[in-house]
Nanobody, 114 residues
Framework: QVQLGESGGGSAQAGGSLRLSCAAS????????MGWFRQAPGKSRELVAM??????DYADSVKGRFTISRDRTKNTVDLQMNDLKPEDTAVYYC?????????WGQGTRVTVAS
């Protein structure tokens, strides 16, 4: 069973930066489909950035501001969020799809003040 540990998040002013990190275990597998989603109050969960193998998908709303990166040796995926906007306020969830099974992290809150 895959387990995810998230860190980072918190509060920032508009225009500021935050970094999220997610670590997947057990570490003897490579989780090729791994990334970040978010859910704002009253809205559905949506893609932020996701690795599907070597392919990266970004939501249009974060392109040019957010960067996803991974460390295959540690099975971690990070999300660097720059030029934050109030509309980025949400709970951010790490997601892994492994052997057809989807696992979500517990979520980490990001709040951006205007």
């Amino acid at each position: 069973q895959v387990q995810l540990g998230e860190s980072g998040g918190g509060s920032a002013q508009a225009g500021g930066s935050l970094r999220l990190s997610c670590a997947a275990s057990p570490t003897n597998f490579w989780y090729m489909n791994m990334g970040w989603f978010r859910q704002a109050p009253g809205k559905s969960r949506e893609l932020v950035a996701m690795y599907s193998g070597a392919i990266i998908d970004y939501a249009d709303s974060v392109k040019g501001r957010f960067t996803i990166s991974r460390d295959r040796t540690k099975n971690t995926v990070d999300l660097q969020m720059n030029d934050l906007k109030p509309e980025d306020t949400a709970v951010y969830y790490c997601k892994v799809v492994h052997n057809g099974v989807t696992t979500w992290g517990q979520g980490t809150r990001v709040t951006v003040a205007s």
